[in-house]
């Protein structure tokens, strides 16, 4: 089907949560990386520009929770909010 629509397999580069908290409903995503090269033609549709964030580089250093850090790795500073159960 793909090679019919002249569509590819691939998906942009994305990070899934799940998260939950006592009286709100449970919310499961994904985050996409900002710039991928996927991003306009994401092969199950999924990409929304609410959903797309920047990831930051880092080379070593200290990670958010202060622990130490060898080599490239990234951060994502993002906010969820739970929906309320009624």
């Keep these: 089907m793909l090679k019919a629509q002249d569509r590819h397999p691939f998906r942009p580069e994305h990070i899934h949560f799940m998260v939950e908290a006592r ?7 994904h985050i996409f990386a900002a710039g991928d090269q996927y ?5 199950v549709f ?3 520009k609410s959903l797309v964030e ?10 958010p929770d202060r622990r130490a850090m060898e080599g490239d790795w ?4 993002r906010e969820f909010r739970l929906a309320a159960l009624a």
């Excluded at 009286?23 to 995503?29: A, F, M």
């Excluded at 991003?39 to 092969?43: A, G, I, K, Q």
């Excluded at 990234?74 to 500073?77: A, I, K, M, Q, V």
């Design 74 to 77: 990234f951060s994502l500073d």
């Design 46 to 48: 999924g990409v929304r």
């Design 54 to 63: 920047e990831y930051r580089a880092h080379h070593g250093g200290n990670a």
């Design 23 to 29: 009286g709100h409903r449970k919310l499961v995503t």
């Design 39 to 43: 991003l306009d033609s994401d092969v």
